[in-house]
């Protein structure tokens, strides 16, 4: 079967479709950016139409830079942003903006919920940690403080499942994305009825789940109007960003590491036996591939890190520019180290309050120390979480750098020394649109599995290894200084949010 594939990715700051053909060849990559809104403090949200706009954007913009005809197009999947909550009424329209998964309005219902079940109960119902910005606690607090909105809706989706809906009608999730809910029984891939009972959630209101790879609707007449693709092309479910990610850069077998730095910050691994954390530092979700799982650490401030210094602080200066900066300065930054917590932190911390820190600021340090501090201090951060996959046995021997932090040679470099392994570079940038390609791909019998998928479209660049004096600095930083700061500042956090809220 000859054609071509298409990949869309719904992200936090925009959406991507990348098109490629059966021979493995990228023909076609289109983007639109976009922002969330923070109407209170604490409050991340974005309108899911604003997804759509830009899917039709990217679509339209492929079919006719590349000229290819719909005809030839087989399939379509998604890879989209975990963990929010898209609204619906019985219409099928938004009753109210997504509440997306950097969101902390929830973190009293965060609180009850593990009174209610304790850590046992949370790792046998949903195998994680609850956290703020994730469906199980949007729902219940959007029942106790806004019940207009809770009564008027009908369905909630995903992010990328709104999008996909979109172009079917129909509504569903796949085990992937439903794992980040927390309203999911990880271990059996499906809804979790007993964490619904005790939220007081109607599984009427919860979607059909799936597989990754299966095919579930087809493009309708309004989506094909809208889009230009073709009536009746075969869509597949796809998965979160962080597994079409993986996908996309070939991590399906257990043994390899994909690190990536966007937005947010993930180090994500996959396990053929299910296991979890029982401290729940990290998470425990379905892979893409039937029968299988993973380990993810989530940061929340990875690139955003950078992003802040240099929108707050050298507004004149490009990445690029401030990269080369940072290039001038010795590994471990003069002795300053960065705690990338300006939204509070995820993994391994479960910290809502934590904050971003400069410790060991003195009168000699220029801003290249500072922005060097940053990226190493997003390092530190990840290897927080492999500390973790290491204390479960997991053990990896293949690493893969990805997101736009692996376009900066300096963070590869830095993370390479940083874990200790050497890190391969994506031949293709847009990963999470590849893996969704990859998918469709095995949906509709392109390929017969993903593993055939990965081997004809995922491509390697350049392998950055570690420099063993390097290696040697930043584990002593890591050993002595990082890893005890959050658990000695974690008071100092708490009193700092409460003068906030006064």
Not at 89 to 112: F, H, L, Q, Y
């Amino acid at each position: 079967m000859s054609g071509y594939l298409l990949g869309i990715d719904i992200g936090t700051s925009g959406t991507k479709a990348i098109l490629v053909s059966s021979d493995g060849a990228v023909v076609g990559v289109a983007r639109r950016g976009y922002r969330f809104d923070t109407p209170k403090p604490g409050w991340v949200e974005q309108d899911p139409r604003v997804w759509w706009r830009a899917t039709v954007y990217t679509v339209r913009k492929v079919l006719y830079e590349t000229r290819i005809d719909p005809e030839r197009i087989r399939g379509l999947s998604f890879s989209g942003q975990m963990h929010g909550t898209v609204f619906l009424d019985a219409r099928g329209r938004p009753t109210n903006p997504a509440v997306i998964w950097a969101d902390k309005r929830s973190s009293e219902e965060c609180r009850w919920i593990e009174e209610k079940l304790g850590r046992e109960g949370l790792i046998r119902l949903v195998a994680n940690p609850v956290t703020p910005g994730f469906m199980a606690a949007t729902l219940l607090w959007m029942k106790r403080h806004q019940p207009q909105v809770y009564h008027l809706t009908k369905s909630v989706l995903l992010p990328k499942d709104y999008v996909r809906y979109r172009f079917t009608g129909v509504l569903s999730t796949d085990v992937s994305d439903g794992s980040s809910t927390l309203l999911f029984d990880v271990l059996n891939r499906n809804w979790s009825g007993q964490l619904l009972e005790l939220i007081g959630v109607s599984k009427n209101i919860l979607p059909m789940v799936t597989e990754s790879i299966t095919v579930v609707g087809e493009v309708t007449r309004e989506a094909s109007h809208e889009t230009g693709l073709k009536l009746g092309t075969p869509v597949v479910a796809g998965g979160g960003d962080q597994a079409m990610t993986a996908v996309g850069s070939g991590v399906i077998r257990q043994g390899a590491l994909l690190s990536n730095i966007g937005t947010g910050g993930q180090l994500f691994t996959p396990i053929d036996d299910f296991r979890v954390d029982e401290a729940l530092r990290i998470h425990t979700f379905c892979h893409a591939i039937p029968g299988t799982w993973h380990l993810q650490g989530a940061i929340l401030s990875a690139g955003l890190s950078l992003r802040w210094f240099r929108e707050r602080l050298a507004p004149r200066k490009s990445f690029e520019a401030l990269e080369a900066e940072a290039s001038s300065v010795q590994p471990g930054s003069g002795g300053l180290v960065f705690l990338p917590y300006l939204i509070g932190e995820r993994s391994p911390h479960l910290a809502p309050l934590a904050r971003g820190v400069f410790v060991g600021l003195t009168y000699d340090h220029t801003r290249a120390h500072m922005v060097r501090a940053i990226m190493e201090g997003v390092g530190f951060a990840l290897r927080d979480s492999l500390e973790v996959f290491r204390s479960l046995g997991v053990r990896v021997n293949k690493g893969i750098a990805s997101g736009g932090g692996a376009r900066s040679g300096l963070w590869r470099h830095i993370q390479a020394d940083i874990f200790g392994m050497g890190l391969a570079a994506m031949g293709v940038e847009e990963q999470a649109a590849l893996g969704a390609a990859i998918t469709a791909g095995v949906g509709i019998g392109f390929y017969t599995g993903l593993q055939e998928g990965c081997a004809s479209l995922v491509r390697y660049g350049s392998i950055t290894e570690p420099m063993p004096g390097n290696t040697l600095i930043y584990d002593r930083i890591y050993r002595t200084v990082y890893r005890e700061l959050y658990g000695k500042l974690k008071d100092d956090f708490r009193a700092l949010s409460l003068e906030t809220i006064r």
